[in-house]
């Protein structure tokens, strides 16, 4: 570890202003204060916090990939629950002054893994941690980003805003996350919040998976898709449509208006997320009877809950492709229609640019390879 008073007066040298009457000798002084300048900041640079990745429960093998991509290793640490189901989490190594990142889908026994987040972050903080960035690859209660005129007198909560309360209390300095359902919820958030897109990721594999995709058309599920279809119909050259839900009750769809023309071409259906899947078959079944000659979903995140796998195995899809942002291993196995893209290498590079002081913009319309 270097002396005080040398890294200051170092750091001094640094700085100083160049004066000399002789031309030569200014270009000389030049070029020696240039070289202890890069000195100096080889010397800061290499006493900046190193980098800890950490895994919670809810998505183990993405975490691994992650560091992989890296080429690091899983942080240490221990979870586990007491007998009365409260969670307890050591950290099994030291984090005093690391950049850490902890990384926690919403998935699975949502309560449990978000409580279990909370818990991580906070024992980074409290251990010395220099920031710590929570990566949710699935942000948990992003539903339930605003009051819905659905509820009676409007008392529904707004759980995500509670969500981002209790993250930056917890102590989080920074979010990662991909393709939020409401692109709001970034407002709900003192500290930033990087919201990668899938949608780089989802072109590719068109490109490489669909063979007649010049013929294709984009199609949204509903209304509130339509901007992230025209983008991708956009990058893709092909037109879109969308599909106007009408409903007579709470979930229940009465009826289903198809605006566009999908007749001999191939549908793209494409959403952030599907649950019980119940939109998406209605919506591919009205796309057969409009002639569509082939039907492809295409989803950020697949939480496939209830009947959700039955559904799409009685249903007429060439493939339900989703990512990796939850688990996909089970449902893989129950339902071979089902193909998974990996988005870990846009999780890694985003951590390995929050790291270095980087952008990450170019993620937004790029896969790194």
Not at 192 to 203: G, H, I, R, T
Not at 337 to 359: L, P, W, Y
Request: hydrophobic fraction near 40%; charge should be neutral.
């Amino acid at each position: 570890m270097p002396d005080t008073k040398s890294l200051k007066s170092e750091q001094n040298d640094c700085v100083m202003p160049v004066r000399s009457a002789n031309p030569i000798r200014a270009r000389s002084l030049i070029r020696d204060n240039l070289e202890k300048q890069a000195g100096c900041l080889n010397l800061i640079h290499s006493r900046m916090p190193n980098i800890k990745v950490f895994s919670g429960t809810s998505h183990p093998d993405l975490a691994q990939r992650i560091v992989d991509r890296l080429g690091i290793d899983l942080g240490k640490v221990v979870t586990k629950k007491f007998s009365n189901l409260e969670t307890c989490v050591e950290i099994g190594e030291s984090v005093r002054g690391e950049d850490v990142y902890i990384v926690q889908s919403g998935s699975g026994e949502i309560n449990d893994n978000l409580m279990e987040l909370l818990i991580m972050i906070n024992a980074c903080k409290i251990a010395s941690a220099s920031r710590v960035t929570a990566v949710i690859p699935c942000f948990p209660y992003a539903r339930q980003d605003k009051k819905d005129k659905a509820h009676a007198q409007s008392r529904a909560p707004i759980s995500a805003k509670l969500v981002a309360n209790m993250l930056s209390v917890a102590g989080a300095d920074h979010i990662i996350t991909m393709d939020l359902h409401a692109s709001q919820i970034q407002g709900f958030f003192d500290i930033p919040v990087d919201n990668l897109y899938a949608e780089p990721a989802v072109l590719k594999w068109i490109k490489e998976n669909i063979p007649e995709w010049k013929n294709s058309i984009i199609v949204s599920p509903d209304a509130g898709g339509a901007k992230r279809v025209t983008s991708i119909a956009d990058r893709l050259n092909v037109e879109f449509a969308l599909i106007h839900k009408e409903r007579k009750k709470a979930n229940e769809v009465a009826s289903m208006v198809l605006v566009g023309d999908v007749k001999d071409k191939i549908a793209i259906l494409v959403d952030d997320m599907a649950d019980t899947c119940g939109t998406i078959v209605h919506a591919a079944d009205r796309l057969v009877e409009a002639g569509a000659t082939k039907v492809y979903a295409i989803l950020t995140h697949g939480i496939f809950s209830g009947p959700a796998i039955s559904r799409i195995n009685n249903a007429c899809f060439e493939a339900v492709v989703v990512t990796n942002t939850i688990p996909q291993d089970g449902h893989m196995r129950d339902c071979p229609k089902i193909q998974c893209i990996d988005v870990s290498m846009m999780f890694a590079e985003a951590v390995r640019r929050t790291h270095n002081g980087e952008s990450v913009s170019y993620l937004f319309s790029n896969v790194p390879y």
